[in-house]
């Protein structure tokens, strides 16, 4: 079971959270939200997300020790990850079957607010 970071979350972050789903095979539950613009832009495609597989960790010294998320595409039955890559920097990727996919509500003052912020208001 994962969740994702607090800084995705609609009240505490920048609500780019988008779900949850189960992985089928041992039915642990991950979290999801958009991946950002620099990860987009990559040699394996279009990633779409940060599928959250554990909490982010941080050595005393402020460095990021792991992340907790790695790079893919969820879709309805399965999502794609990017677990390593091999010898010349191609992505390796693992496909997970899953159930229960969900996408999470915005809150309806998150939706005005970002409709204001989209036509300059």
Known sequence: MAFADTSTYFDTG?????GGFEEKTCENFFEFSAASAEEIDNSFGTISHRIWVTTPWKSHAGHTMDCGYRLGNV???????IVDEDEFGE????KWNIRNHREYTRPI?????????????
């Open 14 to 18: 920048d609500g780019s959270i988008i």
């Open 75 to 81: 879709l309805k039955t399965v999502a794609y990850l």
């Open 91 to 94: 992505p390796i990727v693992k």
């Open 109 to 121: 003052e998150e939706i005005k607010k970002r409709l204001d912020k989209s036509l300059g208001l």
